[in-house]
Each structure stands twice: as structure tokens, then as C-alpha cells.
């Protein structure tokens, strides 16, 4: 049996005989087992991947009506009562169990992870590069899980494609690659790699003119979409070229795997286009990163390091970071750098090096001191970027102030005018990056203020330019959103019912799973049920699989008296922090204040009326855009009433 979901689901008998796989429920269940590569999947997830809105009343009964067709389309000869050994009961749910080389998709990973360590591969990776038929699993259209797997896929399939290019120049042939790498481009045109293979490929095919004009193109596509200067290797062949010099073998460090060194640009470069990519891709941008600092400090060229440190001017939206040891590495090399380049620092570098340290330093666990130098930091970028009139350096140094506007509950509208200003200057001078996080910003703080027409406004206006800016995060964040407005409309007549509602939360969540951010990621859901939840007046949930994350804290006491456990919801509040000054400290006051009330502590329900007064017009957690508690002002005015301050 061969399953293949690289183009359309279908399946084949050893004798090339098709598979009757059934109507189109069947195969999207066979593809999304395919994509679980083995794992098991269960029921629960099946139901809410088939039919992520309204699942019918009878959906379990349905998968199991799936399972069974399926079984019989693909272990036709299995004698009656005898246990299946492809699509397998395992716990609660079902696992695909085929060899690898059986699935298309699988076929093709291994073989780019062979090609990868092994060079002379070269034939077996564009025999799995000629498997695709179309885009992965192509008849599974509105599907958010299919849709990760789509850019997942995809997303290896631009490396395999570029990596076989560069095997077979490597070795001087490839001079017939020139359509399929021009085709490779017009798709993919922010790869540098993909412009340099091309450029490459017509330089072998004795068509240096045109070698040289896709150079130049690569070079303004690049500046014109991405902001970037061009890498090393870029430049270096263009200067070969021009040379009348062979071009030399391209160095693997652009496509290679972990353990090739990279020029500390080169890497940067990568680095900044991945973490735009999301998913796997972000999180190998920070150890790139990474890299890139390390071998920057290493040469002892301190405006390079400058440069290098502060190239990386990814928007940043979140005041989580999702590596705080990296995040706190990368600030440390910020501060030394600006420190041995003292006073007369170029403003450039300075307001660059400044700003990293401010969107950087958003770990939870920072100590005051290192807050107030972050904030101090975010300030004299910002003030340094107005003297110089850059207006894509200013809006780098406006992100680190938007994250350190969290001081103290009830900073909606100062944000929203942080994130106006944002998308001015990226609307007017072309920086569609950060076009997407002034979009977002300005979501966020209409969300905070309840005003979801306005807020909806703002998502569309930003999966608009996420999909001309190839930018696949944005839709993660607008998913949250609109489960958000979705959660706000469930108390109001004829408004979705909370399951739907928590449907909803819980495909944001699986898009999110995958997107690279834990940061975000990590409690974010149990936070949102539990908000859901207080809207209608239920019990917090009591799932014992929930993680909740950094936010235990502060839910724990409202979940031991939900269990009956007074005494040690009492215990547990009274130790409760003040919450971190980010996105949800106003939700995570609304829950002290909420089991203050309910254990009749009148300290800490002071405390927490005195820490949200200044948010009463704004909807706890809201401030996020991704969930919400409530308004705020039912909240403050139970604490106030408990506190004895009414």
C-alpha cells in the first residue's frame, strides 16, 4: 500500500491499483493521520480538525464510520475479525502505521535529511522532488490543520529544491536548471539562495548578461521587500562574475545543516528572513542568531558586532520572550558593545543597540533594575531615532517602547497611539513588517477597549498584509482573535454557545502549537477557557492535561475552591505576586480580585482594586487580543466592595 498527499490524498495497491479512500471526510482523516507521521491522534482532535465550527451531534460516531471504510480501502485482503495493521486503535484515538518510504511526504523528509549529510544523495532527493503533484494534500481546503502542514511542507520542499541545485552545480552540471530555478524565484522571491542558484545556473549556461542582470534584480527585490542588504554570497558572485572569474563553489554555510560555520552577515541575514517564516524556521533563527553574534565579537570589530547585534530588527509583538536565555545573551552582547563604543557610538548603531536591548529584555523573571535600564533604553532609542529622521530606526525603537508600555494596568489607549504611529511610518516609507505590528498593536488595544468592530478591522487590514508580505504568523494571532470576539458574543442573545466558543480557542491553539513562539504558546489556553468559563458564571476547568503555563499562579487559588478546597485556595492566594507588567496583568489581577472575594480577603482585594482602578473602562486579558475575562469593572467593583471601599 502507497498513501500519497503531496498533491491530492490517494492511495495505491502494490499492483497500482487506486484505493476507493471514499468522499472527501475520508481522505482528509487518512491525511491528517499521514501528518501525525505515526503518532497517535485522538478522537477528540479528529472531531475538531474535521469540523473545526459546528461538529454534527453525532461526529464520534462518524470518524469511527470513517475509520472503519478506511480500513477496508487500504487492507482490502484482511480476513474478517482479524486486528488491522495500518490504521490502528491506540487509547483514545487512531494511528497510521505504514513503512516511511510508503508515504510520499514522509519519502521526501528522509530524503532531504539524507541529502542534507551527504552530498552524493543528489539523485535520490530529485526523485522525492518529482513525487509532488501539486500542493500538499491540495483537496483539503478551510482546514487549519492541513494549512501548517501546506506551509510546513512547502517550506522544505524550497530547501530541497535549492539544495539539489547546489549539488549539481557543485559537481558543474545543472546548466538545465535555469526554468525550473526561474520558476523556483517568481515563487519564492525573498530566497536569496534561490536568486544566487539561478544566477549561477545561467552563468553556466554561457548567459553571463543575464547571470548578472538577475544579481541586480535579486539585490532590489530584496531591499525593496524585506528591507535586506544582500549577503555575502550574493555579492561575492556577482563580483566573480564581473571578474571573468569562474564563479566559485557556493559555501554550504546559506543551505547546509547544524555545524557549518556562517559569515556573521550572511547569518544575520538568514536569521531575520526565517524568524518572518515562523514555525520551525523562527526557532532556527535564534540559535542563527546566535551565531552571528558570537563570530561578530569574535573578529573584534566592534561597529560590526553593532551592526550584526542590531540587524535582527524582527517586529515583536509579545512581552514573553520564547528563549529568555537567548534573549538575555543577546541583550548582554548589546550592552557590552554600546558600552566599548562609548559616547561618540555612531547614532545609527547606538539607536540599533538601544532598541535590541528593549525589545529583547521582556523575560517575566527580569529584576526591577533590569526593567528600568530596558525602559531607559526604549526611551533614548526612540529619542536618538526623531534626532536622526530614520523612520525605519524609529519604528524599531517604537516596538521596545510598545513593550515596555505594560507598567501598570490600563495602558490601552497610549499603546494604540504607539501602534498608530507605527503604522504611519511604515505605510508611508514601506516597512511592511512593521505595517503587520502597527496593524496589531492597534487590534490589541481596541480589543483591550472593547471595541471589536474596530478591532476586527485591524485583523483584516493585517491577514491583508501578511499575505502580500508572505508573513504566515499574522493569521496564528487573528485565529486567537476572532475566538476572542467569539468568547465576548457568547453572553449576548442569540450569540455562539461556549462550546463553539472553546472549539474555536482550541484550533487557535493547535495553529499556535506549531507557530515557534512557546512564549505565547505555553498556558494560553487553559487561560482562555477559564475566561470563557467566568463569563458564564462555570466552574474553572479541571482537566489535570491543562498546563498552565506561567500563569499557575494566579489561577491556582480560583481552581482549588472550584474543587472545594478552601483552605488551600487560601494558602495558595496568599502567595500569590503581583503580576509581571505584560499583556495579561490585568487578567491576572481580575483573578486575584475574583478569589479574594470569594475567600473574603479584604487585603488583597484591596490590593488588586488599587492595581486595576486605572483599567476599569478595559476587558481583562483583552489586552492581547487573544482572550478575554470580562470587563474589567465587574472585577474591580466586587474587590472594592469586599475591601470595604464602597
Not at 291 to 298: D, N, P, S, V
Not at 325 to 342: F, I, N
Request: charged share 25%; aromatic share 4%; with cysteine.
Amino acid at each position: 500500500m502507497r498513501i500519497e498527499v503531496l498533491g491530492s490524498i490517494r492511495a495505491t495497491q502494490a499492483d497500482g491499483t487506486p484505493a476507493p479512500l471514499g468522499g472527501p471526510r475520508h481522505r482528509e482523516l487518512l491525511g491528517r493521520l499521514v501528518a501525525a507521521e505515526g503518532r497517535m491522534v485522538t478522537t477528540d482532535t479528529l472531531v475538531d480538525d474535521l469540523w473545526p465550527e459546528h461538529p454534527p451531534p453525532r461526529a464520534i460516531g462518524a470518524v469511527r464510520t470513517f475509520v472503519a471504510a478506511l480500513r477496508r480501502a487500504l487492507e482490502p485482503d484482511r480476513p474478517p475479525r482479524t486486528p488491522p495493521r495500518v490504521l490502528l486503535t491506540e487509547g483514545p484515538g487512531y494511528a497510521l502505521r505504514l513503512p516511511r518510504e510508503d508515504v510520499d511526504a514522509h519519502r521526501f523528509q528522509d530524503a532531504l535529511a539524507r541529502a542534507r549529510r551527504t552530498p552524493g544523495e543528489v539523485t535520490g532527493l530529485g526523485e522525492a522532488l518529482a513525487s509532488w503533484r501539486g500542493p500538499a494534500y491540495a483537496d483539503v481546503t478551510g482546514s487549519a490543520w492541513a494549512e501548517r502542514e501546506r506551509a510546513r511542507l512547502e517550506e522544505l520542499r524550497a530547501e530541497a529544491v535549492e539544495l539539489h541545485a547546489r549539488l549539481l552545480l557543485d559537481r558543474g552540471e545543472g546548466a538545465g536548471l535555469v526554468a525550473g530555478l526561474r520558476d523556483h524565484v517568481a515563487v519564492h522571491p525573498w530566497r536569496e539562495p534561490a536568486w544566487t542558484l539561478l544566477a549561477r545556473a545561467l552563468h553556466l549556461a554561457g548567459r553571463r548578461a543575464d547571470a548578472l542582470d538577475t544579481l541586480r534584480r535579486a539585490r532590489a527585490t530584496l531591499a525593496e521587500r524585506l528591507g535586506l542588504d544582500p549577503g555575502r554570497d550574493l555579492l561575492r558572485l556577482e563580483t566573480d562574475i564581473l571578474n571573468g572569474t569562474a564563479p566559485s563553489t557556493a559555501p554550504a554555510a546559506t543551505w547546509a545543516g547544524p555545524g557549518v560555520p556562517l559569515g556573521p552577515r550572511t547569518t544575520v541575514d538568514l536569521a531575520r528572513t526565517l524568524a518572518l517564516a515562523g514555525g520551525d524556521a523562527l526557532v532556527r533563527s535564534r540559535s542563527d542568531r546566535l551565531a552571528a553574534i558570537t563570530a561578530a565579537e569574535r573578529t573584534g570589530d566592534l561597529a560590526l558586532t553593532a551592526r550584526i547585534i542590531g540587524a535582527y530588527d524582527v517586529p515583536a509583538l509579545w512581552t514573553r520572550a520564547d528563549d529568555p536565555e537567548q534573549a538575555r545573551t543577546v541583550v548582554d552582547a548589546a550592552v557590552r558593545t554600546l558600552a566599548a563604543l562609548g559616547p561618540d557610538a555612531p547614532a545609527d548603531l547606538a539607536v540599533r543597540l538601544l532598541a535590541t536591548v528593549a525589545v529583547e529584555s521582556r523575560s517575566a523573571d527580569q529584576t526591577p533594575p533590569e526593567r528600568d535600564r530596558a525602559r531607559d533604553a526604549a526611551r533614548r532609542a526612540e529619542a536618538l531615532a526623531r534626532e536622526l529622521g530614520d523612520p525605519a530606526l524609529l519604528a524599531f525603537a517604537l516596538d521596545g517602547v510598545f513593550l515596555h508600555s505594560f507598567t501598570r494596568p490600563g495602558g490601552a489607549p497610549a499603546r494604540g497611539r504607539v501602534g498608530a504611529e507605527i503604522l504611519a511610518l511604515a505605510t508611508a516609507h514601506d516597512l511592511p513588517a512593521y505595517a503587520v505590528l502597527g496593524r496589531l498593536v492597534r487590534l490589541q488595544s481596541a480589543s483591550a477597549l472593547g471595541d471589536l468592530d474596530a478591532a476586527t478591522a485591524h485583523a483584516e487590514a493585517a491577514e491583508r498584509l501578511a499575505a502580500a508580505s508572505e508573513a504566515p504568523l499574522v493569521p496564528v494571532l487573528t485565529s486567537w482573535f476572532r475566538a476572542r470576539a467569539e468568547a465576548a458574543r457568547s453572553t449576548e442573545p442569540g450569540g455562539p454557545s461556549p462550546a463553539a466558543v472553546a472549539a474555536r480557542y482550541r484550533t487557535a491553539d493547535e495553529a499556535l502549537r506549531t507557530a515557534g513562539m512557546p512564549g505565547l504558546h505555553r498556558g494560553l489556553f487553559p487561560l482562555a477557557l477559564l475566561g470563557l468559563r467566568l463569563l458564564h458564571g462555570r466552574p474553572a476547568p479541571a482537566d489535570p492535561r491543562l498546563d498552565w503555563g506561567p500563569y499557575r499562579p494566579w489561577t491556582e487559588p480560583l481552581l482549588l475552591l472550584d474543587q472545594g478546597l478552601v483552605a488551600q485556595a487560601r494558602t495558595a492566594l496568599a502567595t500569590v505576586p503581583a503580576p509581571p507588567p505584560d499583556h495579561l496583568q490585568e487578567a491576572l489581577w481580575c483573578l486575584t480580585a475574583r478569589a479574594a472575594v470569594r475567600l473574603r480577603d479584604r487585603d488583597t482585594a484591596a490590593r488588586a482594586a488599587a492595581a486595576l482602578r486605572d483599567a476599569r473602562a478595559e476587558h481583562a486579558g483583552a489586552a492581547c487580543g487573544m482572550l478575554t475575562l470580562g470587563p474589567v469593572a465587574a472585577y474591580l467593583d466586587e474587590a472594592e466592595a469586599c475591601a470595604g471601599m464602597r
